[in-house]
Nanobody
Framework: QVQLVESGGGLVQPGGSLRLSCAAS????????MGWYRQAPGKERELVAA???????NYADSVKGRFTIARDDAKNTVYLQMNSLKPEDTAVYYC???????????????WGQGTQVTVSS
């Protein structure tokens, strides 16, 4: 069993910062790409940022220059540092990871339970 557990969401004023964390646990052989998605009310889930096992990152245009994704493979954890937050960043943020539970299996896509980020004065 593999689990992704997110933390770090909350309420912040416009211009503020938050740092999200997502830790993978369970039977893990290797982790490939990891990423963060978000879903605002009435909207589809969208990719915010992703990072490969080699450390290459890509971002949605709306967050470039404000958000930074990083990973710590020793801790099976991915982070999302969010600066200069705007009200339009308000959403539930979901962690995603492509994980091989053992060498006998291909990668499977796993999701966290989501953490609420609210940007409001």
């Amino acid at each position: 069993q593999v689990q992704l557990v997110e933390s770090g969401g909350g309420l912040v004023q416009p211009g503020g910062s938050l740092r999200l964390s997502c830790a993978a646990s369970g039977t893990i052989f290797s982790i490939n790409a990891m990423g963060w998605y978000r879903q605002a009310p009435g909207k589809e889930r969208e990719l915010v940022a992703a990072i490969t096992s080699g450390g290459s990152a890509n971002y949605a245009d709306s967050v470039k220059g404000r958000f930074t994704i990083a990973r710590d493979d020793a801790k099976n954890t991915v982070y999302l540092q969010m600066n200069s937050l705007k009200p339009e960043d308000t959403a539930v943020y979901y962690c995603n990871a492509a994980i091989r539970p053992s060498s006998a299996y291909l990668s499977y896509n796993y999701w966290g339970q989501g953490t609420q980020v609210t940007v409001s004065s």
